[in-house]
Structures are given as C-alpha cells and as structure tokens.
C-alpha cells in the first residue's frame, strides 16, 4: 500500500453550491461522473460521494487540492457497478512518481453525506 485516504461531503452543502453556481458540475466533475448519476432521481448525493473520492485520492497520494486538476481524478461506474478511479495529466504523473500502480475506491452516500475511501496500491 502506498497511501489511504478518506473523505466526507455534505450532501446539502453541494447541493446549494450547484444551485448558486449551475457550471460548477461542469468544473467538478467529468461528463462520465455526471451521465453516471444523471439517471437518479436525485443526482446530488452519488456526485457527493464521487467528490469525496477525489479528496480522498489527492490524501492517498500525499497532496492537496491543487496539486492536480479537477478532472485529473474521475470515478467511472464499471458494467458491474463497481466505482473505479481512473487517474490522468497531473494525478497520473504524481502517482507514477510514487510508485502507485492501481487503486481501490470504496464510496457509499445517504441522504446526508456522501465518503469515499481509497487506497493507492
């Protein structure tokens, strides 16, 4: 294991962010996390659990908000339903330089929070 990170959203705080700024899906999260959650009757607390997981991936890795772009960290559905984190640009090249080699991302959301945990590996 190289690293492990946790990470928790509040669901409603999201929620009046997106309300107050309607791009701000859009700079968060990648078309695919926002078509994976667009389906649900109420899309706010999968896409708080996917933001978690991107918290949760910079700590794995050591860094912080910043060190990578917002999309530079996606969590993708599997056919399965499975998550999957999929690293790219700035997160690929702190990873590679780490040592990482693959991910395993654990999410979960109720009505009020949305967390994530990952393990760099």
Do not use: C, N, Q, Y
Request: charged share 30%; hydrophobic share 45%.
């Amino acid at each position: 294991m190289i690293g492990i990170g946790i990470d928790a959203v509040e669901v409603e705080r999201l929620r009046g962010a997106l309300a107050r700024r309607p791009r701000l899906a859009e700079r968060l999260f990648t078309e695919r996390e926002r078509s994976d959650v667009a389906g649900r009757g109420d899309p706010v607390p999968g896409l708080a659990a996917r933001l978690a997981a991107k918290e949760a991936a910079w700590k794995a890795l050591g860094v912080g908000l910043g060190a990578t772009g917002l999309h530079d960290v996606e969590v993708v559905r599997l056919p399965s339903g499975a998550p999957e984190l999929h690293v790219s640009r700035a997160a690929r090249r702190i990873a590679d330089e780490r040592g990482v080699s693959g991910w395993h991302v654990s999410l979960t959301h109720t009505r009020t929070l949305g967390e994530a945990v990952v393990v760099a590996r």
